[in-house]
């Protein structure tokens, strides 16, 4: 079946690089969550887009993150100038009603 | 965000046994979800709960809504060793969903 993905699944970066996550989500859902984990904890929320409306970014940490969705549909989050501590996995969801459905996250290891 | 106390934050039991965990907010919500997140994978969805006093089951699962819409509880009846995982209970406001710490279940086969 066609679920969300996620590329890459795992990402190495050096301290001070740019590195795109992106998001494939389920087709017809107009709703697209991102969520950061850090290790043995809850989900973090970062950025929600609802169809053609503004994005909520109220989640996101610093103006090195940002987030676009382009046609609705496929996301991509930008991480600028990486730090150490952002170091996580980074969930993505796709919702229709009250179900979200996410995908199998990007581990991202800032050296 | 909103704070969503989860209990216990791990368990250790033995295969068989029946497992109760428990999450409390300090503010109503009329949306209560549990899900389950195996490792290296998202969570998945297992129980939503509408209604205030609901009980509902998933097969060995059984979640309650509380009746003061500020609390729910996710049983799980004889336990075996792929119910490992973390477990959240997760609250909807309006477009935000909310996720509990999580409790880390482990069985012991």
């Known amino acids: 079946g066609a679920g969300v993905s996620q590329s890459p699944s795992n990402k190495v970066t050096e301290k001070g690089k740019d590195v795109e996550l992106r998001c494939d989500p389920i087709?017809?859902?107009?709703?697209l969550y991102w969520y950061r984990q850090s290790l043995g904890q809850g989900l973090e929320f970062l950025i929600y887009?609802?169809?053609?409306?503004?994005?909520?970014k109220s989640g996101l940490p610093s103006d090195r993150f940002s987030a676009e969705r382009t046609g609705g549909s496929v996301s991509t989050l930008t991480i600028q100038r990486t730090q150490q501590e952002d170091s996580a996995v980074y969930l993505c969801?796709?919702?229709?009603?009250?179900?979200?459905?996410f995908g199998p996250g990007t581990r991202l290891t800032v050296l | 965000g909103q704070q969503l106390n989860q209990s216990p934050q791990s368990m250790f039991i033995q295969e068989g046994e029946d497992v109760s965990m428990n999450c409390t907010s300090s503010?109503?919500?009329?949306?209560w979800l549990w899900y389950k997140q195996d490792p290296g994978e998202g969570p998945v969805l297992l129980i939503a709960?509408?209604?205030?006093?609901e009980l509902t089951s998933n097969g060995r699962l059984t979640a309650q809504f509380g009746i003061t819409r500020k609390d729910s509880f996710l049983n799980i009846s004889a336990s075996i060793p792929s119910d490992v995982g973390i477990y959240f209970c997760?609250?909807?406001?309006?477009?935000?969903?909310?996720f509990g710490t999580g409790t880390s279940l482990t069985v012991i086969p």
């Open positions: 969801a796709s919702s229709y009603y009250n179900e979200q459905f």
């Open positions: 087709s017809g859902h107009t709703a």
């Open positions: 887009f609802q169809g053609n409306s503004a994005p909520d």
């Open positions: 503010s109503i919500f009329n949306t």
């Open positions: 709960l509408y209604k205030a006093g």
């Open positions: 997760v609250v909807r406001e309006g477009n935000q969903f909310y």
